[in-house]
């Protein structure tokens, strides 16, 4: 049974860090692009960041320059260090898998059909 297990949030102060992981299983990682999203209430699901099976990467305006994706397909386990918290950063954050192998860094949520149950980060001011 395929499953994305997310951890890592919490609550941290504006201007601190979290990690999060993605632990993917039931599926052969490698080939499938990995995305994170998030979701603050009251608003839509957004994108956050996105890598390919090879490592190329694509982020939202709101995660470039501090926010880093990364993967470790031998562990099959998807990150994203995230720098430099705001109060805006506040959400539930999704990981989610390409519909597709082989795909590219894509930013929109129709592009994943497997995605995680979520991780709540919350930033204080």
């Known amino acids: ?9 919490g ?4 201007g601190g860090s979290l990690r999060l992981s993605c632990a993917a299983s039931g599926y052969f990682f ?4 990995m995305g994170w999203f998030r979701q603050a209430p009251g ?3 957004e994108f956050v960041a996105a890598i390919t099976w090879n490592g190329y990467t694509n982020y939202a305006d709101v995660a470039e320059g501090r926010f880093t994706i990364s993967r470790d397909n031998a562990k099959k386990t998807l990150y994203l260090q ?8 506040t ?3 999704y990981c989610a898998r390409s519909f597709a192998t082989y795909s590219s ?5 129709a592009r994943y059909d497997q995605w995680g149950q979520g991780t709540q980060v919350t930033v204080s001011s």
Request: charged content about 15%.
């Open 1 to 9: 049974q395929m499953q994305l297990v997310e951890s890592g949030g």
């Open 11 to 14: 609550l941290v102060q504006a």
């Open 30 to 33: 490698t080939p499938y692009g």
């Open 43 to 45: 608003k839509e699901r």
């Open 82 to 89: 995230m720098n430099s918290l705001e109060p805006q950063d």
């Open 91 to 93: 959400a539930v954050y």
């Open 105 to 109: 860094a894509s930013g929109l949520t």
